[in-house]
C-alpha cells in the first residue's frame, strides 16, 4: 500500500525558516517524480514544484522559486521542502503527493498544516 | 502560467442525477488534465486523467471529456458518497495549475 506521511509543520513567525518531511513507503521511492502542493485555509491549490526521481531536477512555481526548495534522500525514501522567509500568505496544508508522467499525481499524503503568524 | 477557470464554484444535486463540472484552460493543454475528488477533511484522490483516463479503482459512473481549452468531469447517477470539492489540474506545461474547485452539496 503505498502510504506517505508528511510531519514538520506548525506555528512559525513570519521570516522563520521551516522543513518539511514526507516519508514514502509501499512503492519504489527512487522511481518517482515527486510534488509538494499546498491547498490555502480557502481551499485554492497551487503546485509549489515537483522534483526528478534521481534528485537531479527540480522545477518550481515561479512565485515560490526563490523560497522554497525541494529536495529528496532516496536511501531514506524521503521528500523535504525547505521554507525560508516565510509569509502569513505561506500559512497552508502541504502536501506530498507522488507524480506520474511527471504531471498529475495519482498519490496524496494525509497533508501537514503551516501557520505563518506573529 | 495557464489559468484554469472551473465552473460552477458550488453545486446542489440530488441523489441519481447526472451532474457535469466544468474546466475550461487559457490555452490549449491537449488532454493533459486531471481531476480530483477532495472530502471534507481529507486529501484530494485521483479521478480522471489524460482528460478521460479513469484511474484505478474509481467507480464507473465518473467520466472526463473535452479537448483543447474545454473539459468536463461526468458523475452519473450520484451517490451520496460523492458529496465532495472537485479540482481540475493541468499538467501540459509548467507550472502545472488548479482550478478554483466545484463543491457538490446534495440537493
Known amino acids: 500500500e503505498v502510504q506517505l506521511v508528511e510531519s514538520g509543520g506548525g506555528l512559525v513567525q513570519p521570516g522563520a525558516s521551516l522543513k518539511l518531511s514526507c516519508v514514502a513507503s509501499g512503492f519504489t521511492f527512487s522511481d518517482y517524480w515527486m510534488s509538494w502542493v499546498r491547498q490555502t485555509p480557502g481551499k485554492t491549490m497551487e503546485w509549489i514544484g515537483d522534483i526528478k526521481y534521481d534528485g537531479s531536477y527540480t522545477n518550481y512555481a515561479p512565485s515560490l522559486k526563490n523560497r522554497f526548495t525541494i529536495s529528496r534522500d532516496n536511501a531514506k525514501s524521503t521528500l523535504y521542502l525547505q521554507m525560508s522567509n516565510v509569509r502569513s500568505e505561506d500559512t497552508a496544508t502541504y502536501y506530498c503527493?507522488?507524480?506520474?508522467?511527471?504531471?498529475?499525481?495519482?498519490?496524496w499524503g494525509q497533508g501537514v498544516m503551516v501557520t505563518v503568524s506573529s | 502560467d495557464i489559468q484554469m477557470t472551473q465552473s460552477p464554484a458550488s453545486l446542489s444535486a440530488s441523489l441519481g442525477e447526472t451532474v457535469t463540472i466544468e474546466c475550461r484552460a487559457s490555452e490549449d493543454i491537449y488532454n493533459g488534465l486531471a481531476w480530483y475528488q477532495q472530502k471534507p477533511g481529507k486529501s484530494p484522490q485521483l479521478l480522471i486523467y489524460?482528460?478521460?483516463s479513469l484511474h484505478t479503482g474509481v467507480p464507473s459512473r465518473f467520466s472526463g471529456s473535452g479537448s483543447g481549452t474545454q473539459y468536463s468531469l461526468k458523475i452519473n447517477s450520484l451517490q451520496s458518497e460523492d458529496v465532495a470539492s472537485y479540482f481540475c489540474q493541468q499538467y501540459y506545461d509548467y507550472p502545472w495549475t488548479f482550478g478554483g474547485g466545484t463543491k457538490l452539496e446534495l440537493k
Open positions: 489524460n482528460a478521460n
Open positions: 503527493t507522488r507524480d506520474m508522467n511527471p504531471g498529475y499525481f495519482d498519490y
